[in-house]
């Protein structure tokens, strides 16, 4: 039995003996969120939300609950949800941090990209520590501010927590804005020392099939996505997979991993998670480009983000409503993101409106940010940068 899962049974077998205790019913929501990320199975969410709603109704001036709430609903993508709920906890305890991340992590996601700029930095003038820099680092590189970005991620390093996995997490992040600035071995050792404190962590085995993608060893890609989706089959680690296994000519396995993102993005799904952006790029991609673009339309209305832009302005020009699509894909690049996705989608977008010049510029900005971000799109990128060429 895994150690959650032995945690998850003793504050079960506690609350047998004791159903009323708050903390224990919080503790458990803990656990179960914890499994989810372990898993990747999203039917515990359900179970998560009862315990913090238990805790919670147990001890209504405890502010911890409405966190734990607060982080489900993230988890769910509810953000407007997970911003109130966030600012319920803050209205009992005002600075609370873990609250003000829940404030700033749903504000990213609702595009309102100012306010998280104000609420991170009230988070880490309160409480400068691994979560309030990893968060200062997002909010900057969305921005645009690459090197403020790394900065505040390495402080995140420095400052460390108490959970190894934490510890590995902004490690792998520290490596992925490394290769952003072009620091590949840096980013590589970044991932090692990430695997050493969390072995087979996924996101660091999947990072490292990104960088063998990038040096075009399409055999350890594969077997490095096959491993991260093997542990936690989150469907980013199967599409990329699938991505790796089409780019090496494996049509056929390329499609069990294609059909197996499908049936976990439903999963997720069926267990309240609202996956629109996610599932408009991946029927974009792979599926049929009028559900993709209901789907990016829905996104769009309820989380105005860059991402959600660049999902809009791929299924439209999935959907062949290219002059739509180039508005959204400028909108999606407004904030000088050194996201090689949305370089990506925009050079397509420009090289189909016959705009040469823009789409060599951002197809040769992707491949230079990250060459590994998808092994199809970047192939795909490299044919039509020489076709542009001639």
Known sequence: MAPTQRTIASLQARL???????EAWLELGVAMLQRVRETADPSLYPRAEAAFLR???????DPLPLVGLGTLELARHEFARALATGRQALAMVPGLSTATGVVVDALVELGRYDDAVTAAQAMIDAR????????VSYV???FGDLPGALSAMEQAVQAGGGASEN???VLVQAGNLLVLEGRRHDADAAYARALQLFPDFPAALAAQGRAAVARGDLPTAVALFDHAAAIVPLPEYVIALGDAQQASGDAAAAQDSYALARAETALFKA??????LELALFEADHGDPATALGLARQAYAERPTLKAADALAWALYRSGRLAEARVHSAEA??????????LYHAGVIAAAANDRGAARRDLRAALALDAGFSATSAAAARALLARLSH
């Open 16 to 22: 047998q003996a004791d159903p009323t205790s708050s």
């Open 55 to 61: 805790a919670r109704d147990l001890s209504p001036g």
């Open 128 to 135: 400068p520590d691994l979560a309030s820099y990893a968060r």
């Open 140 to 142: 900057r590189e969305l």
């Open 167 to 169: 510890n590995a997490y």
């Open 271 to 276: 267990n309240g998670v609202v996956v629109d």
């Open 333 to 342: 690049l407004r904030m000088h993101t050194p996201d090689p996705v949305l």
